[in-house]
Nanobody, 116 residues
Framework: QVQLVESGGGLVQAGGSLTLSCAAS????????MGWYRQAPGKQREFVGY???????NLANSVKGRFTISRDNVNNTAYLQMNSLKPEDTAVYYC??????????WGQGTQVTVSS
């Protein structure tokens, strides 16, 4: 089992920056990918990006060039650095971890609100 705790959401003006953190505990040695999805009001959950155990990242086209994902393997924490934020980035951001056996675990979600 893996437990995930997210932090770092909040309110920011358009053009601003925020960093989300996702701290994993439990069977962290089983984790391959760590990343985020987001869900805006009235919309389906949308893939944002991930970083795998080798440090390779994959980001959605909508956030490429603005968001970066990094990972601290010593502290089992992933980070989503969000720059040049837009009002359309407003959503609840959910951290996830997927294991080498394709099990999925989710964080509690954190609200990001970007004002225009």
């Amino acid at each position: 089992q893996v437990q995930l705790v997210e932090s770092g959401g909040g309110l920011v003006q358009a053009g601003g920056s925020l960093t989300l953190s996702c701290a994993a505990s439990g069977s962290t040695f089983t984790i391959n990918r760590m990343g985020w999805y987001r869900q805006a009001p009235g919309k389906q959950r949308e893939f944002v990006g991930y970083i795998n155990s080798g440090g390779n990242t994959n980001l959605a086209n909508s956030v490429k060039g603005r968001f970066t994902i990094s990972r601290d393997n010593v502290n089992n924490t992933a980070y989503l650095q969000m720059n040049s934020l837009k009002p359309e980035d407003t959503a609840v951001y959910y951290c996830y971890a997927s294991t080498f056996r394709a099990n999925m675990y989710w964080g509690q979600g954190t609200q990001v609100t970007v004002s225009s």
